[in-house]
């Protein structure tokens, strides 16, 4: 088959429902109404409702053929034995199934067939037939899983009061370990007097390789055996059972490994311990152990799920999602296996509660009709083409998300996506408490008429839980799938409105709990309000900067203790001015910076290696004067340099033999009016060399006509003639000097001098000049390629590319950096600057440029997520809002190839760029 054909679709709809037209206003006055819980909202005024895939499967025509032919008698309806010999099918016979209920929906069930097939004694499995059900029953047929799981643990711990069970249990139910319990399952034993232990194998949330999904998966859903072992070991005979899920619910629907499974059993053996399972879905594992695990990629889903059952000792399952049912629950445990030998009798005393709780044995609280759909469902839902179908829907829908930028547990589980909220609202400054996924949950319905689950702070009540027990509490938002239900274009649907609230989430409202706080389970009927959020700073300078700082080191992958670090050098830059209030707008009376594109006295930059994704985090200072004078602002810059002195090990050495070149020592020398700084500071952090100062200083600073003879003297003083000599033969008439900067440190070979030169003249983006600064790049940088700086600023210009006429005084020029170091010899390292801000709509604008940049030039996978999350970290607004976040790229060539892009970012802190 052709690869570009996709796999044939498993499905046809042949009933449709009408969904609702409301409008986002009609929705809005609902949710006021229902205040604001997710739960309560009318599921008919919903387009897409991802709240739970249990018991919301559309049944199969099979299955409504069946449920025709359901049979309402009281006792021993039909449904009743269909349902049993379903199970022996399903979990016990593996190919040698009989199908009993084929002969059933024919109607072809004379009395021999009753005699020969349903009432055919059978024992010694999950489902004792005949006279054995009678007086050994094992299988109890229940309303939905939980009433399972209360009969089970109920009449556990019951038993236990009485003697049974382990010989350590001293009449006290104990404890019951599992890869994670679903809440209810939880709950249920909890209330019974169990303990609960889970041991999830470690590595929930990490990482996993976009390009593998679909290929490979680790099983994340696995108990965790070592530890299990360990435990058991320190706790002999204090353990009633060993409770594996599948697949894993509370691990983000993961799946759990038939070695696991089996790894479970061998522990569990070995301890005397009944292992069950908690079987709700039951075939998607399969098919994932099919599909992923060594040695199953030939055993079909029907041997996989009979090996699977052989290691158990019992289980529950309700029958809402893997029975394809809207309805059912079941209970059954091994005829006389270990669990029934622990607990001798217990099959009566089930039977018992069951007959009280919820009706005769022959329907445990189902409708007839409902058994029969229960039972087609069971073999509809081991169909392998019907697996992949469903399985490919869950992965296609997380892989949709993913490409979009979107954080997702991965590699997707079986039932359900999980948004990872702690990547959605990265940088965005959201504390647990207040609740930022709900208000993204109501959002979502709101605007789109989606519903998903909160599975985070407020679900588990964080506010109300202890610092360790906080640590371990998940950020999740959960869309579980239904079966059936939906087509691609309502994944489609629901992709695109989580992206569109994913680009504007600095504005997505918070929640707070009006009613009900306290509440167990809260989120069932708690009431909530949304807050707005303000984005209003009103934090100083410094706070606010390290704010950001932060979180622009953790998206360059730095550790905590780098993180102190340059936030140690940011406090040190900043100073006084640091401690000051960020007024709400630039206050052009005061002196203005121009470091930023808004009048911050601080940018970011961060530079990313094309090839290894590694990343290097640095600030830009002015230190700002007290009052605006040039005086002021010349103390304020060289009180930096003092202090940098005094912390770090620079070297000023250099910087002194020039100094008086841009900052005079008679100031009846300076350019007034031209002036643009007396000195920046910068600072950049790396993992191997720590913090490394830079000062920048301007050519102009004694007239704009000086800044050559000011650059090529300096450049003279410094011993590097030959350097300037290469750059000042590439100079045309519209070249300005623009900047000087030099590393302050100690090591002489290392300390780079930097020129920038502004090519003006022409608009940034004119064909011509872009050639000509490559050409001249060509000519005196020997690592220079002039086809990746023509292709580079034209990625960065956009479709504005080749326009040859110059749009006015908002337009910026290119600018060239060069760099001489000890270890560059005479000739530079050559950077180049396309100042993308004035030549863009907005900051989506730039992001989408630079994506297909990086793309087009091969950058790696790591190299481009990276650019991504550092934009994240850097924005306090979505990116379409306004243009400015990003205000320079640039481009720089090294040896063999090397190729680095820094983003220079405005912290914004004043307001938009345009604002000014
Ligand atoms: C893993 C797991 N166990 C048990 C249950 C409880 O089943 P029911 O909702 O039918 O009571 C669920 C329901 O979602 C589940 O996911």
Not at 30 to 35: C, F, P, R, S
Not at 342 to 349: A, C, E, P, S, V
Not at 440 to 458: D, Q
Request: charged share 20%; with cysteine; glycine share 8%.
């Amino acid at each position: 088959m052709s690869t570009s054909v996709p796999r044939p679709p498993a499905h046809a709809a042949l009933v449709v429902r009408s969904l609702p037209t409301a409008s986002a206003e009609e929705r809005q006055r609902i949710l006021e109404d229902v205040e604001y819980n997710v739960f309560a909202f009318p599921a008919g005024l919903l387009t897409c409702d991802f709240l739970s895939d249990s018991g919301t499967s559309a049944m199969t025509d099979v299955q409504w053929a069946a449920l025709m032919r359901g049979d309402e008698s009281y006792g021993r309806n039909w449904g009743y034995y269909c349902l049993l010999d379903a199970f022996r099918d399903i979990f016990e016979r593996g190919n040698d199934r009989h199908h009993i209920i084929e002969r059933v929906l024919a109607g072809k069930t004379d009395v021999e067939f009753y005699q020969t097939k349903l009432l055919m004694s059978s024992q010694g499995g999950f489902v004792n037939g005949g006279r054995y059900q009678l007086e050994r029953p094992n299988f109890f047929i229940l309303p939905q899983g939980r009433c399972a799981e209360t009969l089970l643990f109920s009449t556990m711990s019951s038993m236990i009061g009485e003697g049974y069970g382990s010989h350590s249990e001293h009449g006290k139910p104990t404890m019951i370990i599992s890869n994670g319990f679903f809440d209810t399952t939880g709950a249920n034993a909890a209330v019974a007097g169990f303990q609960l232990q889970t041991f999830m194998q470690p590595g929930l949330t990490d990482p996993f390789p976009q390009q593998l999904i679909g290929k490979t998966n680790n099983f994340k859903g696995n108990l965790d055996l070592a530890a299990t072992e360990a435990y058991l070991n320190e706790n002999p005979g204090k353990i009633s059972m060993i409770l594996v899920t599948i697949t894993n619910n509370w691990a983000a629907a993961q799946p759990v490994s038939m070695a696991n499974i089996r790894g479970a059993a061998a522990l569990a053996k070995r301890n005397s311990i009944p292992l069950f399972l908690d079987a709700c879905r039951f075939a998607e594992n399969a098919y994932f152990i099919q599909r992923y695990e060594n040695g199953y990629g030939d055993k079909s889903i029907v041997d996989i799920v009979q090996e699977m059952f052989s290691y158990a000792e019992g289980f529950t399952i309700s029958l809402k999602k893997d029975g394809l049912a809207n309805m059912g629950g079941v209970l059954c445990f091994r005829d006389q296996g270990l669990f029934a030998q622990r607990y001798k009798g217990i099959g009566m005393l089930l039977k018992e509660r069951q007959i009280l709780c919820y009706g005769n044995d022959s329907y445990g609280g189902m409708s007839g009709r409902d058994l029969m759909a229960a039972s087609a469902g069971l073999y509809q839902v081991t169909d392998k083409a019907y697996l992949c179908n469903r399985i490919t829907q869950v992965q296609t829908f997380a892989q949709k998300l993913q490409a979009n930028g979107i954080a997702v547990i991965s590699p997707p589980g079986g039932h359900a996506v999980y948004l990872d909220m702690e990547h959605f609202f990265f940088g965005c400054n959201r504390k647990l408490e207040e609740f930022a996924s709900v208000g993204f949950t109501l959002e979502l319905i709101k605007k789109y008429g989606i519903r998903a689950a909160e599975a985070g702070p407020f679900g588990w009540a964080y506010d109300l839980k202890s610092p360790e027990e906080r640590a371990r509490i998940p950020n999740l938002v959960r869309f579980a799938v239904s079966r059936h239900v939906y087509s691609g274009e309502h994944i489609d649907y629901t992709v695109a409105a989580i992206t569109d609230l994913y680009d504007r989430r600095h504005t997505v409202p918070n929640a707070i709990i009006t009613r009900g706080k306290h509440m167990k389970l809260r989120h069932f009927s708690a009431g909530l309000k949304l807050v707005p959020v303000d984005q209003t700073i009103t934090d100083t300078f410094f706070g606010e900067a390290s704010r950001q700082i932060g979180h622009l080191s953790t998206a360059v992958g730095e550790d905590a203790a780098a993180r102190e670090e340059l936030t140690k050098a940011l406090a040190l830059a900043t100073g006084q001015w640091g401690q000051r209030v960020v007024p709400k707008q630039v206050d052009t009376a005061g002196w203005v910076s121009s470091v930023s594109n808004d009048g911050s006295p601080i940018e970011y930059s961060v530079s990313i290696d094309q090839v290894t994704g590694k990343a290097e985090l640095r600030f830009l200072t002015e230190a700002q004067p007290n009052k605006n004078s040039w005086k002021d602002l010349e103390e304020a810059a060289l009180r930096l340099n003092r202090d940098i002195v005094a912390r770090y090990p620079v070297s000023m050495k250099r910087f002194n033999i020039i100094k008086d070149l841009f900052i005079p020592e008679n100031p009846s020398l300076l350019s007034h009016q031209n002036t643009k700084l007396a000195a920046w500071h910068s600072c950049a952090w790396s993992s191997n060399k720590g913090p490394q100062w830079k000062i920048y200083l301007d050519p102009s600073a004694t007239g704009k006509d000086n800044a050559l003879s000011t650059t090529r003297e300096a450049f003279r003083r410094l011993g590097l003639d030959k350097g300037w000599h290469l750059v000042e033969g590439i100079l045309g008439l519209d070249d300005h000097v623009i900047y000087f900067s030099l590393d302050l440190a100690a090591d002489a070979v290392e300390a780079r001098v930097k020129v920038y030169i502004a090519h003006g003249g022409a608009d940034a983006t004119s064909r011509s000049l872009v050639a000509e600064v490559a050409r001249k790049h060509g000519s005196i940088c020997p690592d220079s390629d002039g086809f990746e700086i023509q292709r580079f600023f034209a990625a960065m210009a956009g479709s504005d590319f080749g326009r040859e006429d110059s749009l006015g005084s908002r337009r910026k020029s290119l600018i060239s950096c060069f760099a001489f170091s000890g270890k560059t010899g005479e000739r530079p390292v050559g950077t180049v600057h396309f100042p993308v801000d004035a030549y863009v709509q907005n900051d989506a604008e730039v992001k989408r440029r630079v994506e297909s940049y990086l793309v087009g030039v091969r950058a790696s996978a790591a190299a481009r997520e990276r650019y991504v999350t550092v934009l994240a970290a850097a924005q306090r607004r979505p990116l379409n809002q306004g243009r400015g976040i990003h205000a320079w790229v640039s481009l720089k060539q090294r040896a063999e190839g090397r190729r680095e892009n820094t983003f220079y970012l405005c912290p914004e802190m004043l307001g938009l760029w345009d604002a000014l």
